[in-house]
């Protein structure tokens, strides 16, 4: 069994990559893991997706070898994301031995790589993949990669709406993130970049936007409002995010984020390991606390049982001494039992 020291220890880098499904998250998997054997440092693999039917690269941990997408949805009676939750489920009570076998693996490769479902509010919201990241964060430095795809991100609409998820994950979280503007091959992602460096630059584009609607839909303006207010509550939350802009299919990009990746481990050790190891250092205490009490009530129902079981032996010897009793007066009168005339004498000897 491994010691808290020990893990503690772990500087291998675990790379989460999330994004909605389409976005290129398991080609970008794949391109990592190819980018790392070219280097000659092949990474550790870890597929959580039950649904996928084929995974592009080799794996060292597949949530398929224990538990069957199908089969929990026949048995189940479940649908494509219910069964997606559920099969998480099983695997999470699996945690403990998956991070044994991390642990022992961990000191001997360079990153880890996780790829989640593409239905990602499966893994992300769920119980399951909250115990699977706060286990793995426990464990070892991990970093969430947030895939996005760029050619469905050119409208401010579209943008915000994946700036907002991104926000409301690393908030979920609590761990270091970068944003990934995939497809750069197909869409540049210039245009994505400056938008969260400078504000000007996307009020301008909202203002386009909202002068395009009025003139050809008659627009309120309604949206473009709430966007602009959305952009400015997020100007805080993009400088606390490593940016990349990366190419699945032509590989550019992915050394800047291997670098992003070294950025994220430090600022790990020094702004996030010490929140989470105040979080998981509560959490045994209540878990302590729960086993004492469950341990309390254990011994308060034996002590019961035990009082029980005395007073039961106590009723008991005190039948069989009032029934001795009975026996003994039972015979005592029956020695005065007989014909008249012991009677007659008795009485005689009296008078």
């Given at each position: 069994m491994t010691s808290e020291s020990s893990k503690n220890d772990i500087q291998?880098?675990?790379i989460v990559c999330i994004g909605m499904a389409g976005s290129g998250k398991t080609t970008f998997m794949q391109r990592l893991n190819s980018y790392l054997y070219s280097k000659n440092m092949p990474p550790y693999v870890m597929n959580l997706d039950p649904a996928v039917l084929n995974v592009p690269f080799?794996?060292?941990?597949?949530?398929?070898?224990?538990?069957?997408?199908?089969e929990v949805m026949k048995q189940y009676n479940l649908g494509p994301n219910g069964a997606i939750i559920t099969s998480l489920n099983l695997f999470a009570t699996k945690v403990d031995q998956v991070l044994g076998i991390v642990?022992?693996?961990?000191?001997?490769?360079?990153?880890?790589?996780?790829?989640?479902?593409?239905?990602?509010?499966?893994f992300v919201w769920s119980a399951s993949g909250a115990i699977l990241l706060d286990s793995l964060a426990s464990t070892m430095p991990t970093i969430i990669a947030y895939i996005v795809d760029t050619p469905r991100t050119t409208s401010p609409a579209t943008f915000m709406s994946n700036m907002l998820y991104s926000c409301s994950i690393l908030y979920k979280t609590k761990l270091p993130m970068i944003i990934v503007f995939n497809k750069t091959d197909v869409t540049n992602a210039d245009f994505a970049?400056?938008?969260?460096?400078?504000?000007?630059?996307?009020?301008?584009?909202?203002?386009?936007?909202d002068d395009d609607e009025n003139t050809t839909e008659g627009g309120s303006g309604y949206m473009t409002s709430l966007m602009n207010?959305?952009?400015?509550?997020?100007?805080e939350f993009y400088r606390h995010l490593d940016v990349v802009s990366a190419s699945a299919y032509t590989g550019e990009g992915i050394d800047e984020f291997f670098k992003a990746v070294k950025r994220k481990t430090e600022e790990y050790n020094t702004d996030y390991k010490a929140e989470l190891e105040k979080v998981r250092l509560q959490r045994e205490r209540e878990k302590e606390e729960r086993r004492q009490k469950d341990i309390n009530q254990l011994m308060q129902d034996m002590g019961i049982a035990e009082s029980a079981k005395t007073r039961r032996e106590e009723q008991s010897q005190t039948v069989s001494d009032v029934e001795d009793d009975d026996d003994d007066q039972d015979e005592f009168e029956g020695r005065f039992d007989g014909p008249e005339e012991t009677a007659?004498?008795?009485?005689?000897?009296?008078?």
């Open positions: 291998t880098p675990a080799d794996t060292n941990i597949d949530i398929r070898d224990s538990v069957n997408y199908k642990e022992k693996r961990a000191s001997s490769v360079p990153y880890m790589l996780v790829d989640t479902p593409g239905q990602i509010e499966c970049t400056e938008w969260m460096t400078d504000f000007e630059s996307f009020q301008s584009e909202l203002k386009k936007m207010s959305m952009s400015l509550v997020l100007e007659g004498i008795l009485d005689a000897d009296y008078e």
